[in-house]
Structure formats: structure tokens, C-alpha cells
């Protein structure tokens, strides 16, 4: 940090003693009353990764693994992008169990959850750079089984054991500062790296928080006191604080924030268990995505079966997403996930093979309705061939 602040200051009369002193302060400020502004030294001056990348007429982009990443999958997805209309690739950075995909800047830190899958992050930024792919950063915050078992103390527990759900998988606190900071340093280092975004994904408590929060025993931090008896209005403060301090944290770096979100938010005023409320982590945010998948609706927008009609589920998404946006005083730009994989586990008549039809019928409908960018999600990154994603024009 100190490094940076003092290429930071080089042609003023400013120390980097000074300016880290009166970050920190802003940004403890920023925790208990959320200031707006960062401070006048901070707005002066960018962090240079040494990378140029242009921000795409719009962002089409694809999500790709630590090991397809470092791996020759990678190479395979660089010629599938040099020949179609995609130009974005979100990569794992921290991965779902908390464990980083490259080597950090400061590898002692981090030592317990390093695979390094990408061996080399800044030759890969570099070819991206060469081929003119827009670089984001996936940081998986409050899903973290890792950070749950070296540190008890900041995730949940039921009675002496460290929760976990059906699938095994624990989440650390959002209620916890030291949680956010844990993974905004994580995120920061990902910045210094050359990416020009960082998404950050599982900002959010457990599904089904709310049936449960009584039986686990946690901390609620300072939210107690500042909201005492109301869970919900508590959980959504913690959740919509952290987005927006983990903007102002990475300001300096100009880098954009986007925030993965659950679809079916923008259709409450927010959702009482996981403490996502749509509009105001937007109101924080470069770039809200939606997570649209037609897969993972239930008889939402009065289809019986959503998975069934990707066109129509990803339309009705859109206007009703376009209408929560328009009541904004910052919107952010939207660019929601959508479904390249067939989701068998829904068993017979609840879904169909997805190809070529079903991915652009979702892109179709998005345009549609003014909405040009996207992120198509397949967890193994093997992606339909032959889908035309040219942007549909006037």
C-alpha cells in the first residue's frame, strides 16, 4: 500500500504518510457513515497497471475458471472469442471454497488457499490486452469455506461446529468489517494486477438465512445497536454497506465495481434472508448482473416453466428490471448472466438441451429491450459453437 500511495503523491507536497493516513481516515469514516466522496488526493490520482484496455461498445463476456485459465482451455476460449462478437471474459480470482487462483503480492498472507492454476496473471493480461478481451476480475466474497475454518470467529455456528449447507460449503459474516477488508485486499490486488473490473459475486447471506438465524450463534457487530430488531432491514444494510465500501476502497485504482446478484431480487422490495435489496446495492455499483438464468426461476412472469422458454423469461426479466433501473438516481449499467448449459437436474419435462437457439433467443430478448450487454455462464466453460452474438441494430 505504501508503494502505491507514494507513486501517488510524486509532484506534489503531499506525503504518502499523509495521504494513507487520510485515506484510511475517509474510509473509517466511510464504515460507520458512508461518505460519498473519497478524499481530494485520492480523486487526483489513478493507480497505472502498465495495461490499456478500451472499454467494448458493450461488454459480451464469458466466465472461465482458474484451471481453463491457466490451462490450454484458455487458448481454445481466445480463438472461439477471436471469431464472434465476444469480448469479455470474467475470471476466478477467488474461486467459490475462498481459495486464490494465482499467486498473490503478498504470498505468506494468503498461503493456505493458493492454487496457483494461472502461473503467470500479468502474461495473461497481456495476451488479453493483445487481443483486445475486456479483463474482469471474479472475487467470491461471503461464500468461503476456507476463510470459515481459519477463522471461526467470522462465520456462523451451529452450537461449536462451523455451519455449512447441503453442500457442504460455509460462508464468513457480512456483519464483520474484517470479512469485507479480508476480501476488498483481495480484490485491490487483483486491480494492481491490470484488471479493469472486479466483480464481486456471493455478496449475500446463506439462502434461506432467515428460517435459520436464530439457531446460529454469531456476531451482528455494530448493526446491534444501529438497527436492534429488525434482522431483515439489518441484513440488507450489512450486504448494501459493503458494496459501497468496497467502491470507495478501489476508487483510487480505477477499476469498475459490478456486483452478481440473484434475478429474482429485482422482482421484491429486496429479499429478506440474504439481505439483497436490488436497488440499493445498484445505487453503489458500475454494473448490476442479474443472474437470469431461465433455470432458476420457478412460475415467475406466469410461465409454468420457465426453463422451457428462455425468450420469453429473459423479456419479461428485462422490462421489469428496465423499470426498477429507470427509478434510480445512479443506475449502473446492467448486464445480466445468462444460461449456456442445459439443466437436466430438473428432470423431464422441466427443461430442454441449450444450443445455439436457446442462448441467442436470451441475447435476442435482452436487446429487445435496450439491453446490449450480457455474461454467459457455463461452469465447465465449454460454450455453444456457432451462436451468433452480433447485437441486433435499428
Known amino acids: ?43 487526483r490520482f489513478q493507480f497505472d497497471s502498465g495495461f490499456t484496455f478500451n472499454y467494448p ?73 493483445e487481443e483486445e478481451i475486456y479483463p474482469i476480475a471474479r472475487v467470491v466474497v461471503f461464500k468461503d469455506t476456507e476463510l470459515a475454518k481459519a477463522k471461526p470467529e467470522w462465520t456462523f455456528k451451529k452450537g461449536d461446529e462451523i455451519w455449512k449447507n447441503g453442500r457442504g460449503e460455509a460462508f464468513v459474516n457480512p456483519f464483520l468489517k474484517e470479512v469485507w477488508d479480508y476480501n476488498i485486499d483481495i480484490a485491490i490486488d487483483a486491480a494492481k494486477l491490470g484488471f479493469q473490473e472486479i ?13 435459520m438465524d436464530k439457531s446460529l450463534k454469531y456476531s451482528k457487530g455494530h448493526y446491534k445497536d444501529e438497527i436492534d430488531g429488525d434482522d431483515v432491514q439489518m441484513r440488507v444494510k450489512a450486504v448494501t454497506d459493503f458494496v459501497e465500501y468496497a467502491k470507495a476502497k478501489l476508487e483510487p485504482y480505477g477499476v469498475k465495481v459490478s456486483v452478481d446478484i440473484f434475478g429474482y ?9 440474504i439481505g439483497q435489496n436490488f436497488s ?25 416453466k420457465p426453463d422451457l422458454e428462455p425468450y420469453k423469461l429473459v423479456k419479461e426479466y428485462a422490462k421489469l428490471e428496465n423499470k426498477k433501473i429507470g427509478e434510480l ?19 423431464k419435462g ?35 459453437k456457432n451462436v451468433d452474438y452480433t447485437p441486433l441494430t435499428d
Open 350 to 384: 422441466n427443461y430442454k438441451p441449450y444450443g445455439k437457439k436457446e442462448v441467442e433467443e436470451q441475447i435476442k430478448a435482452l436487446n429487445e429491450e435496450g439491453i446490449d450487454e450480457f455474461l454467459l455462464w457455463n461452469a465447465g466453460n465449454s460454450y455453444t
Open 199 to 211: 466483480q464481486f459475486d456471493y455478496v449475500r447471506f446463506p439462502e434461506g438465512f432467515e428460517n
Open 57 to 129: 461498445d458493450a461488454v459480451r463476456g464469458i466466465y472461465v475458471t482458474g484451471p481453463s485459465a491457466g490451462g490450454q482451455k484458455f487458448n481454445d476460449l481466445i480463438a472461439m472469442m477471436r471469431e464472434t462478437d465476444l469480448n469479455a471474459m470474467v475470471i476466478d480470482m477467488k474461486e467459490d471454497w475462498g481459495n486464490l487462483t494465482y499467486i498473490p503480492e503478498d504470498k505468506e498472507k494468503y498461503k493456505d488457499i493458493i492454487e496457483p492454476y494461472i502461473k503467470k496473471p500479468k502474461d495473461l493480461l497481456a495476451k488479453m490486452e
Open 265 to 273: 431480487t429485482a422482482t421484491l422490495p429486496e429479499a429478506p434472508g
Open 329 to 347: 438516481e445512479n443506475p449502473p449499467v446492467s448486464r445480466p448472466w445468462l444460461q449456456d448449459f442445459t439443466a437436466s437436474y430438473l428432470g
Open 1 to 43: 500500500m505504501m508503494l502505491f500511495l507514494s507513486m501517488l503523491v510524486i509532484g506534489t507536497n503531499t506525503s504518502a504518510e499523509e495521504v494513507e493516513k487520510e485515506f484510511n481516515l475517509h474510509t473509517q469514516k466511510s464504515f460507520y457513515g458512508f461518505v460519498r466522496e473519497l478524499p481530494e488526493q485520492m480523486n
Open 280 to 304: 440499493k446495492i445498484s445505487e453503489h455499483v458500475d454494473v448490476i448482473s442479474s443472474m437470469i438464468y431461465p433455470s432458476h426461476w420457478t412460475s415467475y412472469f406466469g410461465i409454468p
